[in-house]
Nanobody
């Protein structure tokens, strides 16, 4: 199984970025997909997840109203549209796949991507 995250970069506060995560080696439509992030010196934290067909989404309070998670099952890809970015959004962002339960806990996720760095300057 491979999850390949991309789309990170340097952006000014207030700007936008769109992250992508392409999955292979798994039946993508059978997995809940999530995004997590980890800032330097901090624990990995939940950002958002999306249900198998994309009909249900859930966000951390810190990103609600600014970030949007979506998925394209025929393309085996999950996205994270990030708007109104803040310096505190700076982190490595990881996509993850989970097959059994709807969860915000990183320990419940089965597969992880390598991460993509998002840096928001003030």
């Amino acid at each position: 199984v491979q999850l390949q995250a991309s789309g990170g970069g340097l952006v000014q506060a207030g700007g936008s970025l769109r992250l992508s995560c392409a999955a292979s080696g798994l039946t993508f439509s059978r997995y809940l997909m999530g995004w997590f992030r980890q800032a330097p010196g901090q624990e990995r934290e939940f950002v958002a997840h999306i249900s198998l067909k994309g009909g249900s989404t859930y966000y951390a309070d810190s990103v609600k109203g600014r970030f949007t998670i979506s998925r394209d099952n025929p393309k085996n890809t999950v996205y994270l549209q990030m708007n109104s970015l803040k310096p505190e959004d700076t982190a490595v962002y990881y996509c993850a796949a989970e097959s059994i339960r709807t969860s915000v806990s990183a320990s419940d996720y089965d597969y992880w991507g390598q991460g993509t760095l998002v840096t928001v300057s003030s």
